[in-house]
């Protein structure tokens, strides 16, 4: 019958699985609710796209024609075992009864819905949380086993995050209605990262869509397959799928599963704050808390903003390269970057295990789905201060009722206070600092080029550690300002030393780990050797250029936006 | 279908619509700080608290108000409110539109600007004219329908409403400088160049602010232009022709303070376009005569003699 994938992530066997308790978060028990939430995902879509006959043909054609040329460029297993499939299908679907391509829709919807629904495994979920940090960091870095192993306290991997935040306050939420996190999104390690946060501060896990090519590592894939992510495979372009993963989030949502989603889409390429977002999660679940008010289920929806920050970020070559070459779609696939290659991770865990807080996360204050802020109780309260009810947003004429149009427009304005979340919340660490003063040090020697010429002057460019101290002083102190007035973040290493230190640490943690070094030493000047990278780093400061007191700041935020917005 | 509808401000435009709402068969509730008001069947009152009975509600009062006016008001509301302004004025120091200060200070999401060539005394009586409602919520459109709209009264709607707000601002603007031009005797030919360098700005600053540059061609810019030129003698205009035969400047200053939102709103676009390094030779030239600095014949000659090519900024 149909096939989109060939294979199927590991399962545990089901005896001894345990059953869930009251009080546990819904995920607990999605095992015994998955087959429900298939057959609902596969019916709404079916009711939404297939409502119009004329309708219904097209569907499966788009169905047939994108599966095809999809199988037809992959030529691998998959593809042998359903290119028959398809290209018989296609030619059959003219022909077909009303009945008949209302059955292969189902069917096909049906399918799509299975492959993309997860699973939960409390026995991984347990093993998780307690052994495999130890064991990830062991395998990392052999000599550290026994003691990761056996010690007591916290493991390498455990102080290497930091995570700051209302943690009480959202473990509150939790009991009163459903958190939907929304973080910045720099790197494939984001979803793990973020999961271990979570576990780490004691609130619930999360379900989240991970794209399919982070399964191709088997440990990754069992992982995550077993925790309740759920597959988006990015390579299938039809219609109907999009729809199928709108609404899985959706009724997941609905059905009280705290969620993760990525607003911006994909990782960042620039390694800018994201200010442009993708709507169509956010407005999944801003029409499961409209669904649910109509129906008269009051339970309430929190987002919650957060930023993932790093000192270092695996995928930073492959991701600035990629943003500068601008090969349009297929930006949004890159099939072996960094994080699939295992020699890679060795390195970078190499790198950051002697840097304490080199990952940041930082979750933001609650709002409701219409931007609201949140009090302790699980209140959304106006500017006036008074309480308000967030069902009165769905009301028309005194009835909560569903509507698309409006919801959208809700999204929409959600999209844009999430935004201005994102800048409040980022804490910008040493390596983002420096590589800005160096950067626009580049800018001011090189005037008369732009960014594609600025990049490749390796090593043609330096600037003398005592100027380079001066200016890192001067933006920290200009930052510093913008943090008091709520504007962004700086990290405590970054507040607490000394531009010297600053410095030494950002060019620490770039060297060794990065293919090519960022910058280096030579007789009391720093040479910039490699500014792409730097352009990477320094990207995180761009929305805050205005305050950096320098032409050269303002100059380069100009060039990078106007790059941004050509795309 | 009879409905409750709000109004908040008392002046010219706030019982324009109080009236419309009433003649098409609905209950209005009008707040403002007079505690008489000449609109038939019309309640009027001063507290906010009978206003938010309303789903719909108008808010009728000048830009350097509506912060104030909405917090007080917001005090009332929650989110099944949609909330409508009709000022050309924008709020604070930079380009923050209306729409945006009423999501700040209330708690309603559902707003919504209602602009174009749409005058207080032709809506008063009736007269054939159109309007349009920027807002991101069709909703928002059907109910300002139900609510003045008719057969004389034409109301189309845009997603776009940043773009309605800033277009309307823009030609407040053009509309005095149209005003200085007819008074100093200006042809037509070249009260038809200034409009367009107009437009030409509007444009730039529309998309600048995030809004579609398309949004001028339509209700909310050029046809607004053109209701101007076909003579609705609207208060902008009719200031631009005092100017011109050389009213002293006081008056500016004066009828800024009845809520000419244009006066104020020139040196604020033109500040906003040269930080952004954006042509917007109309709104300098406005700016600095309604600040006294410069005649306003110079000006506009100095405008028409200008090259357009020259002006196409960024």
């Not at chain 1, 973080?183 to 609130?203: C, E, F, K």
């Not at chain 1, 427009?409 to 201005?420: M, R």
């Not at chain 2, 603007?173 to 005003?179: D, K, R, Y």
Request: a neutral charge.
């Amino acid at each position: 019958m149909l096939r989109f994938l060939s294979e199927r992530p590991i399962r545990l066997p089901q005896w001894n699985a345990s059953r869930t308790r009251p009080g546990d978060p819904a995920i607990f028990g999605f095992n015994d609710e998955r087959d429900d939430i298939v057959a609902t995902v596969a019916r709404r879509v079916a009711e939404l796209e297939g409502s119009n006959p004329q309708h219904l043909e097209l569907i499966l054609n788009d169905a047939a024609y994108h599966e095809i040329r999809r199988l037809e460029s992959q030529g691998d297993k998959e593809a042998k075992e359903s290119l028959p499939f398809w290209r018989s299908f296609i030619r059959r679907i003219a022909k077909m009864s009303e009945h008949e391509k209302r059955r292969a829709l189902d069917a096909m919807l049906e399918h799509m819905a299975r492959d993309v629904a997860g699973n939960f495994d409390r026995r991984v979920y347990d093993f998780a949380r307690g052994a495999a940090p130890r064991l990830l960091t062991g395998l990392m870095q052999p000599s550290s086993l026994p003691s990761e192993l056996f010690g007591k306290g916290p493991s390498t991997i455990e102080r290497l995050l930091n995570v700051e935040g209302p943690i009480d306050k959202l473990r509150r939420l939790e009991d009163v209605g459903t958190l939907v996190y929304v973080p910045t999104h720099s790197s494939n390690m984001d979803s793990i990262v973020l999961a271990t946060a979570l576990d780490r501060v004691g609130l619930s896990p999360v379900v989240y869509g991970a794209g399919k090519n982070l399964f191709t590592n088997p440990i990754i894939s069992f992982f995550m397959h077993n925790l309740g992510a759920y597959r988006v495979d990015r390579r299938i372009r039809v219609r109907a799928y999009k729809s199928v993963l709108k609404t899985y989030a959706q009724v997941m949502v609905e059905r009280n599963y705290h969620s993760l989603f990525f607003p911006g889409g994909t990782r960042s390429r620039s390694g800018m704050i994201e200010h442009r977002l993708k709507l169509g999660l956010l407005g999944a679940a801003v029409q499961a808390f409209s669904r649910n008010q109509a129906r008269g289920i009051g339970r309430p929806v929190y987002f919650v903003p957060a930023t993932i920050n790093y000192a270092l970020v695996l995928e930073a070559e492959t991701l600035i390269e990629d943003w500068l070459k601008e090969r349009g779609q297929a930006r949004y696939i890159i099939e072996d970057d960094e994080f699939s290659r295992i020699d890679r991770w060795a390195a970078f865990f190499r790198k950051i295990m002697g840097l304490s807080s080199a990952c940041i996360i930082r979750f933001g204050d609650p709002i409701d789905p219409f931007g609201n802020p949140i009090d302790d109780e699980g209140r959304s309260i106006a500017p006036s201060g008074n309480v308000i009810d967030p069902r009165s947003y769905t009301l028309r004429d005194g009835k909560a009722v569903e509507d698309h149009a409006r919801d959208a427009a809700y999204t929409q304005e959600l999209g844009e206070i999430l935004v201005t979340r994102y800048r409040e919340e980022t804490v910008l660490m040493a390596t983002q600092i420096v590589a800005h003063v160096l950067y626009r040090h580049l800018v001011e020697k090189s005037s008369s080029r732009d960014v594609y010429a600025r990049v490749r002057m390796r090593g043609e460019v330096s600037m003398p550690l005592s100027t380079l101290h001066a200016e890192v002083n001067a933006v920290r102190d200009a930052l510093l300002s913008a943090m008091h007035r709520g504007e962004v973040r700086v990290s405590t290493f970054v507040r607490a030393e000394t531009p010297e230190r600053i410095v030494a640490r950002a060019l620490e943690i770039w060297s060794g780990y990065h293919e090519r070094t960022a910058a280096h030493v030579e007789r009391g000047s720093v040479v910039i050797d490699d500014p792409l990278l730097l352009l990477y780093y320094q990207n995180r400061l761009m929305p805050f250029a205005e305050i950096l007191g320098s032409d050269a700041s303002r100059r380069a935020a100009a060039e990078i936006y106007a790059l941004e917005s050509s795309r | 279908m009879s409905r409750v509808i709000g109004v908040v401000g008392g002046g010219g435009f706030g019982r324009a619509l109080a009236s419309a709402c009433t003649h098409n068969g609905h209950e209005v509730r009008l707040w403002t700080r007079k505690p008489k008001v000449d609109v038939s069947n019309v309640v009027a009152t001063q507290s906010f608290e009978p206003v938010a009975e309303a789903d719909l509600i108008f808010i009728a009062v000048p830009s350097t108000h509506i912060g104030e006016v909405g917090r007080a008001l917001g005090a009332h509301l929650d989110g099944r409110h949609r909330l409508v302004h009709v000022s050309r004025g924008l709020a604070g120091p930079g380009l923050t539109t209306l729409s945006k200060l009423l999501r700040e200070v209330t708690p309603a999401r559902r707003v919504g600007a209602l602009a174009g060539p749409l005058v207080a005394e032709e809506l008063a009586r009736r007269a054939d004219h159109s309007a349009i409602v920027g807002t991101r919520f069709p909703e928002i459109v059907e109910a300002v329908r139900a609510a003045i709209g008719g057969s004389h009264l034409y109301v189309e709607g845009t997603s776009d409403i940043v773009g309605v707000e800033i277009a309307s601002a823009v030609v407040g603007v053009i509309s005095v400088a149209l005003g200085v031009a007819s008074g100093l005797g200006i042809g037509p030919g070249g009260q038809a160049y200034l409009a367009s360098l107009g437009m030409r700005e509007g444009a730039r600053l529309v998309e600048s602010a995030g809004g579609r540059a398309r949004t001028l061609f339509g209700l909310a810019g050029f046809a607004d232009l053109v209701a101007v030129v076909a003579g609705d003698e609207r208060p902008e205009w009719r200031f631009g022709r005092e100017l011109a035969v050389g009213k002293p400047k006081a008056h500016a200053a004066e009828l800024a303070e009845a809520h000419l939102e244009s006066i104020s709103m020139a040196r604020r676009l033109h500040d906003h376009a040269q930080q952004r390094a954006i042509a917007a030779p109309v709104c300098e030239a406005m700016a600095a005569v309604f600040e006294g600095t410069r005649r306003p014949d110079e000006a506009i000659r100095d405008l028409l003699a200008s090259d357009p090519a020259g002006s196409k900024g960024a």
